[in-house]
């Protein structure tokens, strides 16, 4: 009897949050699905499923994260919160992409518990103290750029 996708993804979340991946991304083929897993930076093949695994699999996340199942010609993308073993929570971002017989699909994997403290963001003073004001205004929006998943000192952010 073959798994269900919500069995298969929720097996494939665990296994990236316990290799601390940041991302998971799926390139499907004619045959098989390559699962790789972006872990400290490096993209690594963690796993081969069958494309039709994977078209069940894309049709079961494209729903829970609020993407149209019936279309695969336009980038769509989506979010989902995930809870890893009861405790620690994550927000899934997803993203598709057309090809041309299917679609690819990347999960980013935002960990919502380890975000550091202000005063650990190598901030200048002026810039904490501008940011603290920004923080009590009721409206507006704070934009930080970057790259994701930087090493802080054992904080990862």
């Given at each position: 009897?073959?798994?269900?996708?919500?069995?298969?993804?929720?097996?494939?979340?665990?296994?990236?949050?316990e290799?601390?991946?940041?991302?998971?991304?799926?390139?499907?083929?004619?045959?098989?699905?390559?699962v790789y897993m972006r872990i400290h930076g490096k993209r690594i093949l963690a796993n081969r499923i069958s494309t039709l695994t994977y078209r069940?699999?894309?049709a079961?996340?494209?729903?829970?994260?609020?993407?149209?199942?019936?279309?695969m010609q336009k980038p769509q993308d989506g979010a989902m919160p995930f809870t890893y073993?009861?405790?620690?929570h994550y927000s899934l971002r997803l993203s598709t992409l057309p090809l041309k017989q299917s679609e690819s699909l990347a999960i980013r994997i935002l960990p919502q518990s380890d975000a550091?403290?202000?005063?650990?963001?190598?901030?200048?003073?002026?810039?904490l103290q501008l940011l603290?004001?920004?923080?009590?205004?009721?409206?507006g929006i704070i934009l930080f750029t970057g790259p994701t998943c930087c090493v802080l000192g054992d904080n990862v952010i």
């Amino acid at each position: 009897m073959q798994e269900s996708p919500s069995v298969i993804a929720e097996g494939l979340m665990e296994k990236a949050i316990e290799q601390q991946a940041s991302d998971i991304h799926f390139t499907p083929d004619t045959n098989e699905t390559n699962v790789y897993m972006r872990i400290h930076g490096k993209r690594i093949l963690a796993n081969r499923i069958s494309t039709l695994t994977y078209r069940k699999l894309i049709a079961y996340y494209k729903f829970i994260s609020g993407m149209d199942i019936g279309e695969m010609q336009k980038p769509q993308d989506g979010a989902m919160p995930f809870t890893y073993k009861g405790q620690q929570h994550y927000s899934l971002r997803l993203s598709t992409l057309p090809l041309k017989q299917s679609e690819s699909l990347a999960i980013r994997i935002l960990p919502q518990s380890d975000a550091p403290m202000l005063e650990k963001l190598f901030l200048f003073p002026f810039q904490l103290q501008l940011l603290r004001q920004l923080l009590t205004e009721r409206t507006g929006i704070i934009l930080f750029t970057g790259p994701t998943c930087c090493v802080l000192g054992d904080n990862v952010i």
